[in-house]
């Protein structure tokens, strides 16, 4: 699959480890206008990033599930800069019940001030615990806690580096473009807190 180039933007990839070592990732990207992504300003983003999972992220997810580090990488161009942080300790989820099954998630969705698939992100939570979950759905003060730390996403971890979250579009209409477009997100909402799934998760089958 063809690169495509996305400027001033950095992919940061969180990964997880669950009961049975199986590797989950969480990607995420950061638009920074006019300044754009060098090794230290990356370096600092994952630094942001486990941050929030050590304050945030982890006290919603079940101590089954840990955070190891953080990779963030500059999009620009295809041989640009990549940095990994390692999480030293490694950060363990909170909540002290088993996990659910990996495939097992609840979808946040990512809005941007425009229509249309190319303008709306996802993002699908890692470590859902068995007492947040009654039948098919999430447990409503649960699904609000995942989103305010999506939330803080968009209006905390950006600040100190004058970036901010951002949806990524590299392909319209089944073609790629011929530059990638990021559009900064303005807000996360919950569609509902029906349970969704990520089959790739499951041990055996890939991130």
């Known amino acids: 699959m063809a690169f495509v180039a996305v400027p001033e933007t950095a992919q940061v990839t969180m990964v997880y480890t669950g009961p049975n070592q199986n590797r989950m990732?969480?990607?995420?990207?950061?638009?920074?206008?006019?300044?754009?992504w060098d090794p230290?300003?990356?370096?600092?983003?994952a630094e942001a990033m486990l941050t929030w999972e050590r304050d945030i992220?982890?006290?919603q997810r079940s101590n089954q599930i840990v955070c190891i580090g953080a990779e963030a990488r500059d999009l620009s161009v295809q041989d640009s800069y990549v940095v990994s942080v390692a999480a030293i300790p490694p950060i363990q989820g909170s909540l002290t019940t088993p996990v659910l099954p990996a495939n097992v998630t609840l979808a946040?969705?990512?809005?941007?001030?425009?229509a249309g698939?190319?303008?709306?992100?996802?993002?699908?939570?890692?470590g859902l615990s068995e007492g947040a979950?009654?039948?098919d759905f999430v447990q409503s003060g649960t699904a609000q806690n995942i989103l305010a730390a999506v939330r803080a996403l968009i209006e905390d971890v950006p600040q100190p580096l004058n970036a901010q979250l951002a949806v990524v579009s590299r392909y319209h209409n089944g073609a790629p473009r011929g530059v990638g477009?990021?559009?900064p997100v303005t807000s996360a909402v919950l569609v509902d807190t029906r349970v969704d799934t990520q089959r790739r998760r499951l041990v055996g089958v890939g991130e």
């Open 108 to 114: 946040i969705s990512l809005r941007t001030p425009f």
């Open 40 to 45: 230290d300003a990356l370096g600092d983003l």
């Open 57 to 59: 992220g982890s006290t």
């Open 133 to 135: 979950v009654q039948g």
């Open 117 to 126: 698939r190319s303008f709306r992100g996802r993002t699908y939570w890692i």
């Open 25 to 36: 990732v969480n990607v995420y990207h950061f638009t920074r206008p006019t300044l754009g």
């Open 181 to 183: 477009i990021a559009t």
